[in-house]
Protein backbone atom coordinates (compact mmCIF):
# COMPACT_ATOMS: atom_id res chain seq x y z
CA UNK A 1 0.00 0.00 0.00
CA UNK A 2 2.25 2.76 -1.39
CA UNK A 3 1.60 6.22 -0.32
CA UNK A 4 -1.06 5.52 1.90
CA UNK A 5 -1.53 6.96 5.56
CA UNK A 6 -2.42 5.93 8.03
CA UNK A 7 -4.86 7.19 11.00
CA UNK A 8 -4.97 4.88 14.48
CA UNK A 9 -7.69 6.11 17.26
CA UNK A 10 -8.89 4.87 20.26
CA UNK A 11 -11.07 6.16 23.12
CA UNK A 12 -11.69 4.52 26.73
CA UNK A 13 -13.91 5.48 29.73
CA UNK A 14 -12.42 4.62 32.96
CA UNK A 15 -12.30 3.27 35.84
CA UNK A 16 -15.80 2.69 34.90
CA UNK A 17 -18.14 3.15 31.90
CA UNK A 18 -20.37 4.40 31.91
CA UNK A 19 -19.99 7.62 33.85
CA UNK A 20 -15.81 7.47 34.35
CA UNK A 21 -13.08 9.41 32.74
CA UNK A 22 -13.31 9.88 28.82
CA UNK A 23 -10.27 10.16 27.13
CA UNK A 24 -9.06 9.66 23.68
CA UNK A 25 -5.94 9.47 20.89
CA UNK A 26 -4.99 9.05 17.64
CA UNK A 27 -1.65 8.30 15.42
CA UNK A 28 -1.13 9.47 11.96
CA UNK A 29 1.62 7.91 10.12
CA UNK A 30 2.81 7.93 6.62
CA UNK A 31 3.52 4.46 4.74
CA UNK A 32 7.16 4.19 6.05
CA UNK A 33 6.00 4.30 9.76
CA UNK A 34 6.94 7.75 10.54
CA UNK A 35 4.56 9.80 12.83
CA UNK A 36 2.99 12.41 11.11
CA UNK A 37 0.75 13.49 13.96
CA UNK A 38 -0.28 12.51 17.20
CA UNK A 39 -2.93 13.44 20.08
CA UNK A 40 -4.71 12.39 22.85
CA UNK A 41 -7.56 14.76 25.57
CA UNK A 42 -9.30 14.00 27.95
CA UNK A 43 -13.03 14.33 26.85
CA UNK A 44 -15.14 15.16 29.88
CA UNK A 45 -15.96 12.94 32.95
CA UNK A 46 -18.96 11.64 34.93
CA UNK A 47 -22.75 11.89 33.29
CA UNK A 48 -22.49 10.89 29.69
CA UNK A 49 -19.31 9.71 29.50
CA UNK A 50 -18.89 6.80 27.60
CA UNK A 51 -16.62 4.15 25.91
CA UNK A 52 -18.60 5.30 22.35
CA UNK A 53 -18.55 8.88 22.46
CA UNK A 54 -14.18 8.06 23.81
CA UNK A 55 -13.65 6.15 20.58
CA UNK A 56 -15.89 8.86 18.22
CA UNK A 57 -13.79 11.40 19.82
CA UNK A 58 -10.72 9.83 19.19
CA UNK A 59 -11.40 9.41 15.47
CA UNK A 60 -12.81 12.73 14.94
CA UNK A 61 -9.50 14.65 16.56
CA UNK A 62 -7.63 12.03 14.07
CA UNK A 63 -9.82 13.36 11.25
CA UNK A 64 -9.67 16.62 11.60
CA UNK A 65 -5.88 16.40 12.67
CA UNK A 66 -5.24 14.82 9.31
CA UNK A 67 -7.19 17.24 6.99
CA UNK A 68 -4.87 20.03 8.59
CA UNK A 69 -1.81 18.68 7.39
CA UNK A 70 -3.33 19.30 3.85
CA UNK A 71 -1.79 15.60 2.58
CA UNK A 72 -3.39 14.56 -0.53
CA UNK A 73 -3.14 10.68 -0.31
CA UNK A 74 -5.47 8.00 0.45
CA UNK A 75 -6.15 7.32 4.28
CA UNK A 76 -6.94 4.00 5.81
CA UNK A 77 -8.29 4.13 8.96
CA UNK A 78 -7.88 1.89 12.36
CA UNK A 79 -10.03 1.46 15.36
CA UNK A 80 -10.91 -1.68 17.58
CA UNK A 81 -15.03 -0.24 18.11
CA UNK A 82 -16.74 -1.64 15.84
CA UNK A 83 -19.36 0.20 16.47
CA UNK A 84 -17.69 3.24 15.25
CA UNK A 85 -16.39 1.81 12.09
CA UNK A 86 -19.41 0.06 11.22
CA UNK A 87 -21.04 3.13 11.73
CA UNK A 88 -19.05 5.53 9.59
CA UNK A 89 -18.27 2.88 6.68
CA UNK A 90 -22.36 3.74 6.94
CA UNK A 91 -22.25 -0.24 7.08
CA UNK A 92 -24.50 0.19 10.19
CA UNK A 93 -27.03 2.82 10.69
CA UNK A 94 -29.25 2.74 7.75
CA UNK A 95 -33.26 2.66 7.80
CA UNK A 96 -34.84 -0.61 7.18
CA UNK A 97 -35.66 0.43 3.62
CA UNK A 98 -32.17 1.06 3.10
CA UNK A 99 -33.02 4.65 1.63
CA UNK A 100 -31.65 6.40 4.42
CA UNK A 101 -28.52 6.81 6.36
CA UNK A 102 -29.56 7.85 10.34
CA UNK A 103 -26.57 6.43 12.81
CA UNK A 104 -27.90 5.58 16.16
CA UNK A 105 -31.38 7.29 16.13
CA UNK A 106 -31.42 6.20 20.01
CA UNK A 107 -28.46 8.16 21.00
CA UNK A 108 -28.44 11.52 20.06
CA UNK A 109 -24.49 11.98 21.46
CA UNK A 110 -23.32 9.60 19.58
CA UNK A 111 -25.71 10.83 16.12
CA UNK A 112 -23.58 13.76 16.34
CA UNK A 113 -20.26 12.77 16.52
CA UNK A 114 -21.03 10.59 13.12
CA UNK A 115 -22.75 12.93 11.48
CA UNK A 116 -19.73 15.46 12.28
CA UNK A 117 -17.28 12.65 11.11
CA UNK A 118 -19.31 12.21 8.08
CA UNK A 119 -19.59 15.83 7.10
CA UNK A 120 -15.48 16.03 7.37
CA UNK A 121 -15.10 12.85 4.71
CA UNK A 122 -17.50 14.47 2.66
CA UNK A 123 -15.41 18.11 2.45
CA UNK A 124 -12.32 16.44 2.21
CA UNK A 125 -13.48 14.07 -0.98
Keep these: ?3 IITLHFDG ?9 VAGCGFIIKDNNGKILKKGSKIIG ?14 LLEGVKSFLELKISKKI ?16 WGWNKKKTQWIPHKKYPELQKLAEKISERNAASS
Design 1 to 3: MKD
Design 12 to 20: ACEPFNPGG
Design 45 to 58: SGKGMTNNIAEYNG
Design 76 to 91: MIYGDSGMVCRTISKE
